[in-house]
């Protein structure tokens, strides 16, 4: 287990080097900066809204914004988890520390608490300071934030174990497009689904709860986006905004939390057989 954290830090260093991870700060500098800017005007344009309607606001814009946050992460994510097994691979720098008494299941572990431990501390710390924002303009904070943190990086959890399945079949680049483009199609099942959950459309809410089941990011993501808007704001806007694509009529089941340590543990498994069927 102690060459699995070596594995995980030196991972995490790596991350720190790569192209991707300035980009990442740009983008989420660049959204915090323009929320803020936003929840300022908000402020300052409907400054006359009662207590009710202005958390109703706030939690709404809130959610867009955390959606925008988690959509950078996603991608950092998923284009760190390509490289870091598939590019070794490739450069044969995997080769060289496999020749030692290292099993690949130790150096696939290592590397997935390393970009877990990298997700996490993204999510955290860009929620937080997304948090205070939103505090300090609006004077809003989200009645269960550390719940809806810890949901956002299972969710980033769940999709760099994606990533790394994929990177020991396919290249680098093509690994983190098609996570990407797995998590941008599960959350715009998610949309029609709650929209057909708000029509009483049974087939079309089946479409979301099939792909929250395939691919567990958009069900985590309701639940944070749960935890993060104003406990009232459905009951203010009334049942026609059930399907409101930054709203969640509410939170997750202790069984939808095990279902996704279960598909998560049995992804990372695959990813285990699959580089340690792969020729170097």
């Known amino acids: 287990m102690r060459i699995a954290f070596t594995i995980a830090a030196l991972t995490l260093r790596e991350a720190a080097r790569r192209r991707v991870l300035r980009s990442l700060a740009v983008m989420t500098v660049l959204l915090l900066g323009l929320s803020g800017w936003g929840f300022y005007r908000l402020d300052v344009e409907f400054g006359g809204l009662t207590s009710g309607e202005a958390r109703l606001a706030a939690s709404t814009v809130l959610n867009l914004v955390m959606f925008g946050l988690?959509?950078?992460?996603?991608?950092?994510?998923?284009?760190?988890?390509?490289?870091?097994?598939?590019?070794?691979?490739?450069?044969?720098?995997?080769?060289?520390?496999?020749?030692?008494?290292?099993?690949?299941?130790?150096?696939?572990?290592?590397?997935?608490?390393?970009?877990?431990?990298?997700?996490?501390?993204?999510?955290?710390?860009?929620?937080?300071?997304?948090?205070?924002?939103?505090?300090?303009?609006?004077?809003?904070?989200?009645?269960?934030?550390?719940?809806?943190?810890?949901?956002?990086?299972?969710?980033?959890?769940?999709?760099?174990?994606?990533?790394?399945?994929?990177?020991?079949?396919?290249?680098?680049?093509?690994?983190?497009?098609?996570?990407?483009?797995?998590?941008?199609?599960?959350?715009?099942?998610?949309?029609?689904?709650?929209?057909?959950?708000?029509?009483?459309n049974d087939s079309v809410a089946r479409i979301g709860a099939v792909s929250r089941m395939l691919l567990p990011t958009d069900g985590l993501w309701r639940g944070a986006m749960n935890a993060f808007q104003d406990p009232g704001a459905l009951t203010q806007l009334g049942p026609a905004f059930q399907g409101h694509p930054f709203m969640s009529v509410s939170g997750l089941t202790a069984a939808y939390l095990a279902w996704t340590a279960v598909w998560i543990a049995l992804v990372l498994a695959l990813a285990g057989l699959s580089f340690r069927r792969r020729d170097l």
């Open 70 to 200: 988690s959509l950078i992460a996603a991608l950092g994510t998923a284009f760190l988890a390509g490289p870091t097994l598939a590019g070794e691979i490739e450069s044969g720098t995997a080769l060289a520390m496999l020749a030692r008494p290292v099993r690949r299941s130790t150096v696939l572990l290592g590397k997935w608490l390393g970009l877990v431990a990298f997700g996490t501390g993204f999510v955290v710390t860009a929620g937080l300071a997304q948090f205070l924002i939103v505090w300090s303009t609006m004077g809003y904070w989200p009645p269960a934030a550390a719940t809806g943190l810890a949901l956002l990086a299972v969710q980033t959890t769940a999709l760099l174990t994606l990533g790394l399945l994929l990177s020991t079949a396919i290249s680098p680049m093509a690994s983190g497009i098609v996570a990407v483009g797995l998590f941008g199609a599960t959350w715009i099942a998610g949309v029609v689904g709650s929209v057909g959950q708000a029509l009483g």
